[in-house]
T-cell receptor
Framework: GAVVSQHPSWVICKSGTSVKIECRSL??????MFWYRQFPKQSLMLMAT?????????EQGVEKDKFLINHASLTLSTLTVTSAHPEDSSFYIC??????????????FGPGTRLTVL | GENVEQHPSTLSVQEGDSAVIKCTYS??????FPWYKQELGKRPQLIID?????GEKKDQRIAVTLNKTAKHFSLHITETQPEDSAVYFC???????????FGSGTKLNVKP
């Protein structure tokens, strides 16, 4: 099956700093990736859709200047949490949509990144 | 947009019993419905999915049923085992749309 990796798996940072999270599709090309946020014991909340070569599409209520998304290649999307604050602490998960082959239209998730802002 | 509701939020069953989780959706144009299993601290994993041209799909102990008219779909797990304990999410999506809309999740606890 398709494999999606995320890096780092966890990060602790001080309030006011910026953190970059990478999402890679390892064995397929992904023109579209998604970024989710998950609070403890809650569902996945879609933050934005990352499109290769174009601007990301943000969901209502998500600050695009705070959560910068770059999808510079067919296998890499990055999420940068700028000027992080404790309320940004969460589990961030990316996913990629397969658009060819037997897994067409399926969505594969990365392992997630646990962000803790002190 | 789409609104997916999932019930129950928690479900506790005895090992060997069956478990059923139900979801409803609002957008009649949605035509792809996957189910994901998420263990604590891990990524969601696709366990089964169904498309709108099919009413039921089965994979060993897991089955999904879809009622397009009523706009609801259900996950059925038979002969539950302790390793089935996890949080299960349903989702819905339109064919040509990228967005997946997730249910709120069901925490399944299978007691040995």
């Amino acid at each position: 099956g398709a494999v999606v990796s995320q890096h780092p798996s966890w990060v602790i940072c001080k309030s006011g700093t910026s953190v970059k999270i990478e999402c890679r599709s390892l064995d397929f090309q992904a023109t579209t990736m998604f970024w989710y946020r998950q609070f403890p014991k809650q569902s996945l909340m879609l933050m934005a859709t990352s499109n290769e070569g174009s601007k990301a599409t943000y969901e209502q209520g998500v600050e695009k200047d705070k959560f910068l998304i770059n999808h510079a290649s067919l296998t890499l999307s990055t999420l940068t949490v700028t000027s992080a604050h404790p309320e940004d602490s969460s589990f961030y998960i990316c996913s990629a949509r397969v658009t060819t082959g037997g897994s067409y239209n399926e969505q594969f998730f990365g392992p997630g990144t646990r962000l803790t802002v002190l | 947009g789409e609104n997916v509701e999932q019930h129950p939020s928690t479900l506790s069953v005895q090992e060997g019993d069956s478990a059923v989780i139900k979801c409803t959706y609002s957008d009649s144009a949605s035509n792809y419905f996957p189910w994901y299993k998420q263990e604590l601290g891990k990524r969601p994993q696709l366990i089964i999915d169904i498309r709108s041209n099919v009413g039921e799909k089965k994979d060993q102990r897991i089955a999904v049923t879809l009622n397009k008219t009523a706009k609801h779909f259900s996950l059925h797990i038979t002969e539950t085992q302790p390793e089935d304990s996890a949080v299960y999410f349903c989702a819905a999506r339109r064919y040509n749309f990228n967005k997946f809309y997730f249910g709120s999740g069901t925490k399944l606890n299978v007691k040995p």
